[in-house]
């Protein structure tokens, strides 16, 4: 078996599909993409193809192994996302061509449903209340929530009581039954990290999402030692080098993209040295179906799996397209009691609908993510 052709597709809301084709006729698909940055990681997409094509894709960890060491200039975001689809999409190819579904191929399954949580959106208590009863009354039991918007370098007593209690809110109106995760997106500065997880304490957040941004990696260990909330982190590193000090640090959840950290088979070592520290996997992807297919393939085979994040209904796709708009059969992406029963389905057990790929590609733009500026005109983090 050889691959034939490498193609990419940029479709709305923010993503970036690749196809890999082959002389056998099997099709294996992709979501290699940096939100933003679509168009630079397509570039990249292309530039990898030309040590694919007319090989054999299922020696995938050969792939995975020329893909990024093959070049002096390593690693970074962009590369790691172009050989991330790529990745996901050999996997589907050797699945397919054995019949088997990828997590089989990762040693077998260890659980038989996923449980998966949503994200809620809202700037005041009473929307964010209100947001976080509608996940559950559509069958989730946990989600997600930013708890602030921009903050001022050093917070103000009005902005960590806003954080607070958007976050109680939050809490009376999904009760103690469910679980509430908090992603301070960076925002928050490391001496603000410290006031607010012992303020979040009382709420019992499942976990706080990265506290800091990821080049303060070395203030973890302080802020972890802060208080007795769990600390995740992780959508913005992508190898296993990179999550060695946060590991080291002490956080608890770990939260690789497994369409920019290196696809399938980087997320799984990740999730092995995780596993060495009693940390957990909780991967990011608030992206399309291919993305949450692989991650949930991994999901099946990886022991100390905690959650896994998915992105339909989510706020950033309103009036776009939407996760369940590629896939020819949706059911797949069915929640059972906030949980997606695992597949038996080969490859990464779904059916892309081609014909609506293309067509959103035909008339994609470009997506951006917002600039945002302090009241006194200086950059302010999203």
């Not at 260890?110 to 949503?118: A, E, F, S, T």
């Not at 954080?163 to 960076?186: C, L, M, P, T, W």
């Amino acid at each position: 078996m050889k691959i034939t052709a490498i193609d990419t597709f940029a479709v709305a809301p923010r993503w970036l599909f690749c196809r890999v084709e082959t002389d056998a006729g099997i099709v294996g698909w992709g979501e290699p993409v940096v939100e933003g940055r679509a168009d630079t990681v397509r570039a990249a997409v292309r530039e990898l193809a030309e040590l694919l094509i007319g090989r054999d894709p299922r020696t995938v960890e050969a792939h995975w192994q020329v893909m990024t060491k093959g070049g002096f200039y390593r690693g970074g975001p962009v590369l790691s996302s172009a050989v991330a689809g790529l990745d996901q999409a050999l996997w589907d190819i050797l699945g397919k061509s054995l019949g088997v579904p990828v997590h089989q191929l990762l040693g077998g399954a260890v659980r038989d449903r996923v449980r998966v949580y949503g994200w809620i959106g809202g700037d005041e208590p009473a929307e964010v209340a209100d947001a976080a009863q509608a996940q559950i009354e559509n069958g989730l039991t946990a989600l997600k929530m930013n708890a602030c918007g921009r903050l001022s370098r050093l917070a103000t007593a009005a902005e960590l009581d806003g954080v607070v209690e958007r976050v109680s809110q939050v809490r009376a109106a999904i009760g103690d039954g469910n679980d509430v995760a908090i992603d301070f997106h960076g925002r928050v500065g490391v001496a603000d990290a410290r006031r607010l997880l012992p303020m979040l304490e009382p709420l019992r957040p499942l976990f706080v999402e990265e506290p800091v941004l990821p080049e303060f990696a070395h203030r973890l260990r302080d802020i972890v030692s802060s208080s007795s909330v769990p600390i995740g982190t992780g959508e913005r590193l992508f190898s296993r080098a990179e999550f060695l000090p946060v590991l080291e640090a002490g956080v608890t959840v770990v939260q690789p993209d497994i369409s920019h950290a290196g696809g399938i088979s980087e997320v799984r070592r990740i999730a092995t040295l995780a596993d060495t520290f009693g940390a957990l996997l909780a991967p990011h992807c608030p992206l399309g179906p291919i993305a949450l297919a692989a991650s949930l393939q991994v999901a099946f085979a990886t022991p100390n799996f905690l959650l896994q994040e998915q992105s339909i209904g989510i706020h950033y796709n309103e009036g776009s397209a939407e996760l369940l708009d590629y896939v020819l059969d949706r059911s797949p992406f069915t929640f059972v009691d906030g949980h997606v029963e695992r597949w038996t389905a080969a490859g990464l057990g779904i059916e892309v609908d081609e014909d609506a790929v293309r067509r959103a590609d035909a008339v994609a733009e470009s997506w951006h993510g917002p600039i945002w500026h302090h009241p006194d005109g200086s950059f302010a983090e999203w």
